[in-house]
């Protein structure tokens, strides 16, 4: 099993920051790649940022240029750190990972998710 573990969620101010951490555990061999998805109230949920191992990475257009997605390969962990947050940014927030398991199972997980809030 693999746990997917989210902190950093919670309210801000517009043209505020926030930090999203996100830490793997489990029965882990590999890391493909890790990433963070919102759904914000009757939208469906959508890609924010995605990191490879090999350090690549993906934006969504809505976030590119505020929002940074950073990864540390030894402990299994990934950060979003997002500035200049616009009410649009509100959503539940959630960590994902493309792995493969020490049974060499290809695996997908997901978080549990943290809600932020952009609000005056």
């Known amino acids: 099993q693999v746990q997917l573990v989210e902190s950093g969620g919670g309210l801000v101010q517009p043209g505020g920051s926030l930090r999203l951490s996100c830490a793997a555990s489990g029965s882990i061999f590999s890391i493909n790649a890790m990433g963070w998805y919102r759904q914000a109230p009757g939208k469906e949920r959508e890609l924010v940022a995605i990191?490879?191992?090999?350090?690549?990475?993906n934006y969504a257009d809505s976030v590119k240029g505020r929002f940074t997605i950073s990864r540390d390969n030894a402990k299994n962990t990934v950060s979003l750190q997002m500035n200049s947050l616009k009410p649009e940014d509100t959503a539940v927030y959630y960590c994902?990972?493309?792995?493969?398991?020490?049974?060499?199972?290809?695996?997908?997980?997901w978080g549990k998710g943290t809600l932020v809030t952009v609000s005056s």
């Open positions: 990191i490879t191992s090999a350090g690549s990475t």
């Open positions: 994902n990972t493309k792995l493969l398991t020490t049974s060499y199972a290809d695996m997908e997980y």
